[in-house]
């Protein structure tokens, strides 16, 4: 069984373009995550829900938004595509954080996102 | 400011051991983290530090010196299967910050 999955795996598309990527997992945790990790493989931190309230909402442009409708699912709405949007995005989940520690993150596959 | 730093690459034989280093400067700390990434996948958990020691876990290992803000990941017997990028994470509050990772090249 998957653990955290993400559709599509690939995503090509042009400039201007409102496109989405939905992510869910089943293990059961609390808290998800968008990352984006561009051509020189920096992770980045995008956003994070933990039971589907926001917690992190890092300086991303607000073309891109959020959505968690059950805190088993993340999704990733961006709109007005851009070149520099180009990259892997990728969805993870934890447990959180518990006793001052937190927990290791799983991550889906990613998506490829090409903006011609 | 909040940085992570480690080497870039780094090559190594076949059975040989290597030492990814990393160091880190965060506001906040609740454990750092290695993950294993191959090229075109998604991170894959290797080994989490809360406290300063040594964690074992079969040909990995990793060192952790909150004072220092230093960590390292330690490789035996590596194995062709073991040529990816290792990703150095922090996590301190809600956030989790990863380094750049090191591409690691093992030869023959």
């Known amino acids: ?116 | 400011g909040q940085n992570i730093d480690q080497p870039t690459e780094m090559t190594a034989t076949e059975g040989a051991i290597v030492q990814i280093n990393c160091t880190y400067q965060t506001s906040g700390f609740n454990g750092l983290f290695w993950y294993q990434q191959h090229a075109g996948e998604a991170p894959t958990f290797l080994s989490y530090n809360v406290l300063d020691g040594l964690e074992e876990k079969g040909r990995f290992s990793s060192f952790l010196s909150r004072s220092k803000g230093y960590s390292y990941l330690l490789l035996k017997e590596l194995q062709m299967k073991d040529s990816a990028s290792y990703l150095c994470a922090v996590t301190g509050g809600f956030k989790t910050i990863f380094g750049a990772g090191t591409r690691l090249f093992v030869k023959a």
């Not at chain 1, 795996?9 to 293990?27: F, W």
């Not at chain 1, 808290?31 to 933990?50: G, P, V």
């Not at chain 1, 070149?83 to 969805?91: E, I, K, M, N, Q």
């Open chain 1, 1 to 116: 069984d998957t653990a955290v999955s993400q559709t599509p795996k690939y995503l090509v598309t042009q400039m201007g373009n409102d496109k989405s990527i939905k992510c869910e997992q089943n293990l059961g945790h609390d808290t998800m995550y968008w990352y984006k990790q561009d051509s020189k493989k920096f992770l980045k931190i995008m956003f994070s829900y933990n039971n589907k309230e926001l917690i992190i909402n890092e300086t991303v442009p607000n073309r891109f938004s959020p959505k968690s409708p059950d805190k088993a699912h993340l999704n990733l709405h961006i709109n007005s595509l851009e070149l520099g949007d180009s990259a892997v995005y990728f969805c993870a989940s934890s447990q959180g954080f518990r006793g001052g520690k937190a927990d290791t993150q799983y991550f889906g596959p990613g998506t490829r996102l090409t903006v011609l």
